[in-house]
């Protein structure tokens, strides 16, 4: 959560502040607040307080910002929230964290060359790799400055050509290294696709098969998703990387458990597995009398 405030007698924030901290994210279920405080207490079916932190000079509080739908007040200094489950326990496909990450890193950048993180992007990764600026966007294509820092929403919004795409595949493919140029470190690469170790074994906006939940898939593939089964994947261990666009290949089966039951599932045994077992099954040796 991160406290919002307005300065006093002055209309007050539009909605999108709160939007903007959004993303999409599968993490556990934890507490983490900015400028402000919480009562410490996690465990599940628990109540946790949460506190904002004194009013700057000349400013009042005005609501919290992140996963508001939990708060029971989103508009008060002092509210609350119900832990539905303890810190770690169970997979929630959730909004916050990626876009808590970019608003952390664009904090970080302000003072640098690149102010928010589309211009950074392109500078750092995209155009390097051959991307012409035309063939991508990111955050719906706006920009929404919230606490001084340029915000580019993160949780959606991102549209790429193909050969953009699997431009990214074949940089991760090869860790980071693009013609003998480490735009990536090895170890950035290895910590943004590899297990984070939470349930649902995800990595930094990589959805991940490092469970062996898949056992027609590599432990080292990992895949990005986005709606209608647009998809990369990416397996080291067998040098490949594909790229998929179009629409949803079945439709998502009723009451899924939890989101890989959902989604992935089905897009694992159709297209996954297939492709794998295609490219490695060896050829059958008839043996003639």
Not at 146 to 153: E, K, N, S
Not at 222 to 228: E, I, K, Y
């Amino acid at each position: 959560m991160k406290q919002s405030h307005r300065n006093h007698l002055s209309p007050w924030f539009p909605a999108l502040c709160v939007a903007v901290l959004c993303a999409f994210h599968a993490q556990a279920q934890s507490v983490t607040v900015n400028q402000g405080s919480f009562s410490g207490q996690t465990a599940a079916g628990s109540t946790v307080h949460i506190w904002a932190s004194p009013n700057p000079a000349g400013k009042v509080f005005d609501r919290w910002m992140g996963d508001t739908r939990v708060l029971f007040d989103p508009f008060s200094a002092h509210t609350t929230l119900l832990m539905l489950v303890a810190p770690g326990a169970k997979l929630q496909y959730s909004n916050p964290g990626i876009a808590l990450l970019t608003y952390c890193v664009t904090a970080a950048i302000r003072d640098g060359a690149h102010k928010d993180i589309r211009t950074l992007l392109g500078a750092r990764v995209l155009r390097p790799v051959g991307v012409p600026d035309e063939e991508w966007s990111v955050g719906y294509g706006k920009t929404f400055t919230v606490d001084g820092l340029p915000l580019v929403g993160s949780w959606g919004g991102g549209n790429f050509t193909l050969r953009a795409v699997a431009r990214i595949g074949r940089l991760v493919l090869r860790q980071g290294d693009w013609e003998g140029l480490p735009l990536l470190s090895r170890e950035a690469v290895r910590r943004m696709t590899g297990d984070a170790g939470l349930p649902g074994h995800c990595g930094m906006g990589w959805w991940t098969n490092a469970a062996g939940r898949y056992a027609g898939l590599p432990k080292d593939a990992v895949w990005g998703a986005g709606a209608g089964d647009q998809l990369l994947l990416v397996i080291p261990s067998l040098n490949l990387m594909m790229v998929r666009n179009g629409q949803t290949l079945v439709p998502p089966p009723p009451n899924a458990p939890d989101v890989f039951a959902e989604f992935h599932d089905p897009r694992a045994k159709l297209l996954f597995e297939a492709l794998v077992a295609a490219i490695t099954d060896k050829p059958r040796t008839v043996r003639r009398e």
